[in-house]
């Protein structure tokens, strides 16, 4: 069980936008720690979506978007494509660990 | 091209012991603290490891403190996973990941932004 909680699933129709939650605790993202997003494709590896709270790494497209607000972060993906169904994981950090990289329990996002 | 290939992975025992190693390219390996990032059969990512540039810091899970050692050899752009101990627990794709930044005005930034394609372990008896 992770301290980074993502909901297992979510679902949007092509074209539709879609929030993904990420919810930590003071001990990581509300001692403002930075939250970064990865997207896993089917039989991939996973990939770098967002780092950095808010930015985008070079050729991922602007459909993405990222916030942090206190302990709670959020990825949105507009313009929902069929190619956006992945599953999605946010990572932070975590100072009351000895081992202080984590993981969310990443969100299947399904394209209906 | 940024390049990690990841080796080493298999079918081993509970309790026996596997050595992973990560063969670097494309970019200046001694610039770049790395980890180790596993994920079991069907579920999520699990950080595992974590060592500075010049070796100095490691950190570990938990789960894998006290079996599992990191290293790294810079002359050979390698780096290593030493697994003792290993429980069907430890079942997984690992892969080896950089641990590439950013700095602008808004901030400094550390994250996972290269990951190899993975080796899998497999613990069962």
């Known amino acids: 069980q992770s301290v980074l909680t993502q909901p297992p699933s979510v679902s949007g129709a092509p074209g539709q936008r879609v929030t993904i939650s990420c919810t930590g605790s003071?001990?990581?993202?509300?001692?403002?720690?930075?939250v970064h997003w990865y997207q896993q494709l089917p039989g991939t590896i996973p990939k770098l979506l967002i780092y950095?709270?808010?930015n985008r790494p070079s050729g991922v497209p602007d459909r993405f978007s990222a916030s942090k607000s206190g302990t709670s972060a959020s990825l949105a993906i507009t313009g929902l494509q069929a190619e956006d169904e992945a599953v999605y994981y946010c990572?932070?950090?975590?100072?009351?660990?000895?081992?202080?990289?984590?993981f969310g329990e990443g969100t299947k996002l399904t394209v209906l | 091209e940024v390049q990690l290939v990841e080796s080493g992975g298999g079918l081993v025992q509970p309790g026996w012991s596997l050595r992973l190693s990560c063969a670097a390219s494309?970019?200046?390996?001694?610039?770049?603290?790395m980890h180790w990032v596993r994920q079991a059969p069907g579920k999520g990512l699990e950080w595992v490891s974590y060592?500075?540039?010049?070796?100095?810091?490691?950190y570990y899970a938990g789960s894998v403190k006290g079996r599992f050692t990191i290293s790294r050899d810079n002359a050979k752009n390698s780096l290593y996973l030493q697994m003792n101990s290993l429980r069907v627990e430890d079942t997984a794709i690992y892969y080896c990941?950089?641990?590439?930044?950013?700095?602008?005005?808004?901030?400094?930034?550390?994250?996972?932004?290269?990951w190899g394609r993975g080796t899998l372990v497999t613990v069962s008896s």
């Open positions: 990941v950089r641990y590439g930044d950013h700095y602008d005005t808004s901030g400094n930034y550390f994250y996972f932004d290269f």
């Open positions: 060592i500075t540039s010049s070796s100095l810091t490691t």
């Open positions: 003071s001990s990581n993202i509300g001692a403002d720690y930075d």
């Open positions: 494309g970019f200046p390996f001694d610039s770049y603290s």
């Open positions: 990572q932070s950090y975590d100072g009351s660990l000895s081992g202080p990289w984590v």
């Open positions: 950095g709270n808010t």
